[in-house]
């Protein structure tokens, strides 16, 4: 491995999975989801093309499903242009490092992420409180710690835009971590939402396991700042958009994703906050 790129000493494989592990879409015709164990990945591709975007890196130990997933929808030859980071928590750079050293690729973050992503600072631990679900309770084995991945991580530019996704716009939905952000496509209403929200109750281990979908706010255990989550889902349902993959869950569309919405943004205290701030 990279001398300059390693994981936080608490890096470790999380033995959660869930009936969509291993499970792939296709969104859209340049959009391709995939579970790995209990988070999606997704993959942007240019059309008539074996090049592609990775948006987000997966569970920890999982470089070997990604790179298998990415050869058999691309083909043996497929080569990444970036990885897009929505944000570094352990569920989302699980394979990283090891996906950087395979395909030679930059990684893309927000400024207010990199120091999580360059080894100066952790994000806070998690915090078992927050729920009575089983996933909340275990969560204190979840690696908080930060990895480095030294000069392969980059900002992403100032302008909006998305390295290699045409007509994608990142937007910054802080909360679930500062630098937090969601891609958006206006011409669509395509968008990969990151933990800004999810599609299932990521606190309850039986509804991860079964995939049981409900729109929710951000994983709990996992989200220090709830005003800026607040205003991130606000600021999402206002884009109104027709079709939404999440980090947790399985991917909404038309009037179930729009009325999902509404109802997270008019019940957010009651919906998305944790017990202990209600």
């Given at each position: 491995?990279?001398?300059?790129?390693?994981?936080?000493?608490?890096?470790?494989?999380?033995?959660?999975?869930s009936?969509?592990?291993g499970?792939?879409?296709?969104?859209?015709?340049?959009?391709?989801?995939?579970?790995?164990?209990?988070?999606?990945?997704?993959?942007?591709?240019?059309?008539?093309s074996?090049?592609f975007?990775?948006?987000?890196?997966?569970?920890p130990?999982?470089?070997?499903?990604?790179?298998?997933?990415?050869?058999?929808?691309?083909?043996?030859?497929?080569?990444?242009?970036?990885?897009?980071?929505?944000?570094?928590?352990?569920?989302?750079?699980?394979?990283?490092?090891?996906?950087?050293?395979?395909?030679?690729?930059?990684?893309?973050?927000?400024?207010?992420?990199?120091?999580?992503?360059?080894?100066?600072?952790?994000?806070?631990?998690?915090?078992?409180?927050?729920?009575?679900?089983?996933?909340?309770?275990?969560?204190?084995?979840?690696?908080?710690?930060?990895?480095?991945?030294?000069?392969?991580?980059?900002?992403?530019?100032?302008?909006?835009?998305?390295?290699?996704?045409?007509?994608?716009?990142?937007?910054?939905?802080?909360?679930?971590?500062?630098?937090?952000?969601?891609?958006?496509?206006?011409?669509?209403?395509?968008?990969?939402?990151?933990?800004?929200?999810v599609?299932?109750?990521?606190?309850?281990?039986?509804?991860?396991?079964?995939?049981?979908?409900?729109?929710?706010?951000?994983?709990?255990?996992?989200?220090?700042?709830?005003?800026?989550?607040?205003?991130?889902?606000?600021?999402?349902?206002?884009?109104?958009?027709?079709?939404?993959?999440?980090?947790?869950?399985?991917?909404?569309?038309?009037?179930?994703?729009?009325?999902?919405?509404?109802?997270?943004?008019?019940?957010?205290?009651?919906?998305?906050?944790?017990?202990?701030?209600?």
């Open positions: 491995m990279n001398k300059n790129m390693n994981y936080g000493d608490d890096y470790r494989f999380i033995p959660a999975t009936v969509q592990s499970v792939s879409q296709e969104l859209l015709p340049d959009l391709y989801v995939h579970t790995s164990q209990i988070a999606n990945i997704v993959f942007y591709s240019y059309p008539g074996n090049e975007v990775l948006i987000d890196a997966g569970m130990k999982s470089a070997e499903e990604i790179i298998a997933v990415a050869e058999r929808r691309f083909g043996k030859n497929a080569k990444a242009k970036a990885i897009i980071l929505t944000h570094g928590h352990f569920d989302h750079v699980g394979a990283i490092i090891e996906l950087v050293e395979h395909w030679q690729v930059p990684v893309f973050a927000h400024l207010l992420e990199l120091p999580y992503l360059t080894g100066l600072k952790d994000y806070p631990e998690p915090d078992p409180t927050v729920d009575s679900g089983l996933v909340a309770k275990m969560s204190p084995m979840f690696p908080n710690e930060a990895i480095d991945l030294g000069e392969s991580v980059q900002e992403l530019p100032l302008d909006g835009t998305v390295p290699f996704m045409e007509g994608f716009k990142w937007i910054h939905t802080p909360g679930h971590t500062p630098g937090h952000v969601s891609l958006f496509r206006e011409r669509d209403g395509a968008l990969i939402a990151g933990d800004a929200f599609t299932v109750k990521q606190e309850s281990l039986y509804k991860v396991f079964t995939q049981e979908k409900e729109l929710n706010g951000p994983p709990k255990y996992l989200t220090p700042d709830w005003a800026a989550a607040f205003e991130s889902v606000k600021i999402l349902a206002a884009l109104n958009p027709s079709v939404a993959v999440t980090g947790h869950g399985v991917p909404m569309s038309g009037e179930e994703l729009s009325e999902g919405l509404r109802k997270l943004v008019d019940n957010f205290d009651k919906i998305a906050l944790p017990n202990n701030k209600k």
